[in-house]
């Protein structure tokens, strides 16, 4: 695991969305997996402007999200669709053809293995995004999550149901969610995790002193041999790095 210290949110932002960007630069056909929540807002907005800028073509790489609610009807604007769409799918001027969406609304057990299928179709995934939750959890893979789940169906926990629910103003937050598992997630080339805020130290320091701990499921990703972390102060402020 290498650890990107930043000096700023600003800063492990703009590191975050400039990776993404010179990947799609460099190699425009990449497959780039998609994580959300309000992390990677920021992210998004700066890929996009960086994009624009710079006139680099997106129309040739591929996307897959991580996770996405089970329950929602379509175009919920809660659900994980409707956020990529907002800002990624619309600003970046991208085709719904170059985004693998979770099948939510086919059968559970079919969604899952289709979006396994589709992973493996497209060559497997080069930059994965991810943020984590306030409890350890990657993607959906909330705390006791197996080193070697797949994409499946997962119970949200009370804390991650807590969190969220604000996205949720009418009061319909779903308790279950499709999400890549980890053993899915470890497949991608690269992991790039990005933690900001003080809400994030507590997750952080643990990620850094345990291994392999299912209680916290995001331990499992140190074990890829291109795991990135970039953290801004406060989501470091409890971590004690001998430099
Ligand atoms: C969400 C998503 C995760 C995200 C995490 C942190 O529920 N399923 O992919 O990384 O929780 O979200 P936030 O960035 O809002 O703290």
Same mark, same amino acid.
């Given at each position: 695991?290498? %650890? &990107? $210290?930043? @000096?700023?949110? !600003? +800063?492990?932002?703009?590191?975050?969305?400039? #990776?993404?960007?010179?990947? %799609? *630069?460099?190699?425009?056909?990449? /497959? &780039?997996?998609?994580?959300?929540? !309000?992390? $990677? +807002?920021?992210?998004?907005?700066?890929?996009? =402007?960086?994009?624009l800028d710079n006139k680099i073509p997106h129309d040739k790489c591929f996307f897959f999200m991580l996770d996405e609610y089970l329950g929602l009807p379509p175009g919920h604007q809660g659900s994980f669709r409707s956020y990529i769409e907002k800002r990624v799918l619309a600003p970046l001027k991208l085709h719904a053809n170059q985004f693998a969406f979770h099948p939510v609304h086919a059968g559970i057990d079919q969604a899952a293995s289709h979006y396994e299928q589709s992973l493996k179709e497209a060559g497997g995934v080069d930059l994965q995004l991810l943020g984590i939750g306030t409890n350890g959890h990657v993607g959906f893979n909330e705390p006791g999550s197996s080193k070697n789940s797949r994409t499946r169906m997962v119970e949200l926990t009370n804390e991650t149901i807590n969190t969220n629910q604000i996205d949720f103003p009418n009061g319909d937050m779903p308790s279950k969610a499709l999400s #890549? *598992? %980890?053993?899915?997630?470890? +497949?991608?080339? !690269?992991? /790039? #995790?990005?933690?900001? *805020? =003080?809400?994030?130290? @507590?997750?952080? !320091?643990?990620?850094?002193?345990?291994? @392999?701990d299912p209680k916290c499921p995001a331990t499992f990703l140190k074990n890829h041999p291109n795991f990135i972390l970039v953290l801004d102060p406060e989501a470091a402020s409890k971590i004690n790095l001998k430099i």
């Open positions: 695991m290498r %650890i &990107i $210290m930043s @000096d700023s949110a !600003k +800063e492990a932002v703009s590191t975050v969305a400039t #990776m993404v960007f010179e990947l %799609i *630069g460099s190699h425009p056909n990449s /497959v &780039i997996g998609l994580a959300t929540g !309000k992390t $990677m +807002e920021p992210v998004y907005e700066i890929w996009s =402007q960086l994009a #890549m *598992g %980890i053993e899915t997630i470890l +497949e991608a080339k !690269k992991l /790039v #995790m990005l933690a900001t *805020g =003080q809400s994030k130290a @507590d997750a952080i !320091k643990y990620l850094l002193n345990h291994h @392999d």
